[in-house]
């Protein structure tokens, strides 16, 4: 079958489809450009189906280059047989084409070997054709040197046995089904490690199948056994199970042999057991690094898509106590306009010195944000920006520092801002990032951010991957103003790369603003195919008012068929929805620009350029509610949702500490995955249950009623309860949370 068809039936979708879009790949289309100007071909695929295809071609792709390897080597050998051909040839995964191979690979000499070498597989043989007879009356026959009495040889013989069952393909792989099917992780926390251990004190003595493992449980499990607190022990359920398969694939009497009983009861426990146990590892790792992978990409297109409060005079706050507030004002295009440090807070307590200082900036530069940042004296310094703001219309807002210090001591900032104090850089960040996130984040590593789950645990390679493709896919999603952008939010656009991006700046700044998309084709480097994957996602407001939309210009004649049938300009044919309504996509169709095409040019006419994003809302922190202490039962806050995860979501609340919202807690009915009730980056209303000072807790709902319908029924042996302060712990300790 081929990587289309196989890739098709995997997603639903026509093999056409699929074999069109890895056409398109191949050639050097990126992922954005397929997904939004070539729907005829790809049948109308997303970008995530994209995605998907994407890296599942690789891993099938992987998988065909290893097939011809090994088909090779066991050609070479002189053992490759019509069947086994075949069966190779058949393999649809990794691990089946690996356990095919496993005998034919070159391995070090085992005490099978050696055995072999002996002259003791006539004795096995014996052992296996003649259950009745008594094996050390047989073993007699066949001492010799290495093997000096029965028992030896006895041994000898059914280590050949036992290579035999572990290069089975057959059984190996059934066995490992079998195992991962029925089996069971049990933790127990090591000995003398309660204290130290005490954040994985919800798997001190736990259970669960492997199947129903969640990824979050697993990387925690994993993370907890290599910090030495926690013992692992793969169940594999009845030892006597899987000794009656390996006994009934080989033909076995375990009956009436005690010599053959014994030989299944030693080739599971001392070989397919721990075969099968490394393979359930890897698996049960991969499945969790799935899960981590996809929950830090779905947190982290929220975050990059979340509501810019737009091009408005804006003032950062970097909050701190000892070493002060740093302070930038930037302009309404990020243009910086001023920096100060303040210290109003302990231990210099310079409070009226800061009001005015900081009012005085405001008034200078016609501020209307206050943007704060959330860490340490976050909600000190918003009572600064309180009384700073007091009888004008400027607003303060709370915003998400995380990755303000990776950036300001980054080389990209080192770039922007040579001569910048490195504390200063942040305060921009914080200042920027509210009036654009998008734009703004883009300038941050990805795993920075904070929107991860055991970011550090996972393959880090295919999460570089994965972020890149969130990346790339939010920036196109929006549009970049080529005569604003940074280079850093240029170099994600489809088809360019650091060097186009660093060029388009440059020629900006030495030519000035552009006028046309058109005149991108004077940019150094930026090649016709660049262009072709580019323009669509680039923004000119000049000279043609399609190019500030997303109309791709090579679908300006249609534009201009349109135009020219509605008898309107291209002018007045922007926003003119009525004149738009009348319009059929198929009137405008030909073969280069089929329906899809034309109706999301038409679509674009009516709204072009539209921001994709949601209206710009903050949440209000509660007066007087500043510290944990302040917190009680039953209090009804607003919050802002920093991180969500498979079991639940984190919400800032205003007092340093994130609470959850476990997942059942997040609505009156039963949510089986939060992000179907919450994103990164939404303002909630959630009510307190429980707050634990001592141990840094808040345990939250958003349920209206105090019902509790909808929660699954706890698991036997699973941990009593997953309230607020043992995942938080768990959460925190992978960096997922504050």
């Not at 047989?81 to 000499?109: M, S, W």
């Not at 295009?333 to 310079?350: A, S």
């Not at 089986?672 to 980056?681: A, I, K, L, W």
């Amino acid at each position: 079958m081929s990587f289309a068809a196989i890739i098709a039936r995997e997603l639903g979708v026509p093999e056409s489809s699929v074999a069109a879009a890895l056409k398109l790949l191949d050639e050097g289309n990126t992922v954005p450009f397929i997904a939004r100007y070539r729907k005829e071909a790809t049948g109308g695929l997303d970008d995530t189906q994209l995605r998907t295809l994407e890296e599942r071609s690789l891993y099938l792709r992987e998988l065909e280059e290893r097939r011809e390897a090994v088909l090779a080597a066991i050609e070479e050998q002189g053992k490759l047989t019509d069947q086994l051909r075949a069966e190779i040839r058949a393999v649809d995964t990794k691990a089946r084409l690996e356990d095919l191979y496993l005998p034919y690979k070159k391995r070090r000499r085992t005490k099978a070997d050696i055995a072999r070498e002996a002259g003791l597989e006539p004795l096995l043989d014996a052992l296996l054709a003649d259950p009745s007879a008594a094996p050390e009356t047989l073993a007699q026959g066949y001492v010799t040197e290495g093997f000096e009495d029965a028992k030896a040889a006895l041994n000898g013989a059914r280590s050949i046995l036992i290579d035999r069952f572990s290069l089975d393909a057959d059984l190996v792989g059934e066995v490992r089904e079998k195992m991962f099917r029925q089996g069971t992780m049990r933790s127990s926390v090591v000995a003398g490690k309660e204290n130290e251990g005490a954040k994985f004190r919800d798997y001190f003595d736990f259970s669960e199948p492997f199947t129903s493992l969640p990824s979050h449980r697993i990387l925690a499990l994993l993370r907890g056994e290599n910090e030495g607190a926690l013992s692992l022990n793969l169940d594999p359920g009845e030892d006597t199970e899987y000794e009656s398969l390996i006994a009934s694939r080989f033909d076995l009497d375990t009956e009436h042999s005690a010599w053959q009983r014994e030989a299944a009861r030693f080739g599971w426990r001392t070989k397919l057991l721990i075969s099968s146990g490394l393979d359930v590892r890897l698996r049960l790792k991969e499945h969790a690094e799935q899960g981590a992978l996809g929950v830090f990409a779905e947190n982290l297109r929220d975050v990059l898509l979340a509501a810019p409060a737009g091009q408005r005079p804006t003032l950062g706050l970097d909050p701190g106590f000892r070493n002060g507030v740093k302070c930038a004002v930037v302009s309404a295009t990020g243009k910086v306009l001023d920096t100060v440090v303040v210290y109003p807070h302990q231990p210099q307590n310079r409070w009226s010195d800061a009001v005015s200082v900081l009012s005085s900036l405001c008034r200078k530069h016609d501020v209307e944000l206050l943007a704060v940042g959330n860490g340490t004296a976050s909600r000190e310094t918003e009572k600064l920006a309180g009384e700073i703001v007091a009888g004008t219309s400027a607003t303060p807002v709370i915003v998400s520092e995380s990755g303000a210090s990776v950036y300001s001591a980054s080389a990209a900032a080192a770039e922007e801002f040579p001569d910048m104090d490195v504390s200063l850089r942040g305060a921009v960040s914080i200042a920027r990032r509210l009036q654009d996130p998008l734009a703004e984040l883009v300038k941050i590593d990805p795993k920075s951010i904070g929107v991860g789950q055991y970011q550090h645990d996972v393959n880090q390679t295919a999460l570089a991957r994965t972020l890149d493709g969130v990346v790339e896919d939010a920036v196109n999603g929006v549009g970049v103003d080529v005569n604003t952008a940074s280079a850093p939010l240029l170099e994600r656009v489809a088809g360019v790369n650091s060097t186009v991006a660093h060029n388009i700046v440059a020629y900006r700044d030495e030519n000035g603003a552009f006028a046309s998309r058109k005149e991108l084709g004077k940019v150094p480097r930026l090649g016709a195919k660049s262009f072709e994957q580019a323009a669509g996602f680039l923004r000119v407001h000049g000279e043609n008012p399609l190019d500030a939309s997303a109309v791709h210009p090579e679908s300006y004649p249609v534009v201009k068929k349109i135009a020219q049938a509605t008898g309107l300009s291209v002018d007045r044919l922007l926003g003119n929805s009525a004149a738009l309504a009348k319009l059929r996509p198929a009137d405008f169709a030909d073969e280069k620009f089929g329906v899809p095409t034309v109706t999301d040019i038409i679509a674009e006419l009516d709204k072009p350029g539209r921001d994709p994003r949601p209206e710009f809302k903050t949440a209000t922190f509660k007066e007087g509610v500043e510290k944990l202490s302040d917190l009680k039962p039953g209090m009804s806050l607003e919050g802002t949702v920093t991180n969500v995860a498979a079991f639940g979501a984190f919400v800032d609340i205003g007092v340093h500490q994130d609470g959850l919202v476990h997942v059942s807690q997040l609505a009156d009915k039963f949510v089986s995955d939060p992000h179907e009730v919450v994103r990164s980056g939404q303002v909630v209303r959630v009510r307190v249950v429980e707050v634990d000072e001592n141990r840094g807790r808040i345990s939250l709902t958003m349920r209206t009623t105090d019902e509790n319908r909808g929660a699954r029924p706890a698991k036997k042996k699973q941990p009593p309860k997953q309230d607020a302060g043992s995942l938080a712990d768990a959460l925190r300790n992978a960096g997922f949370g504050r």
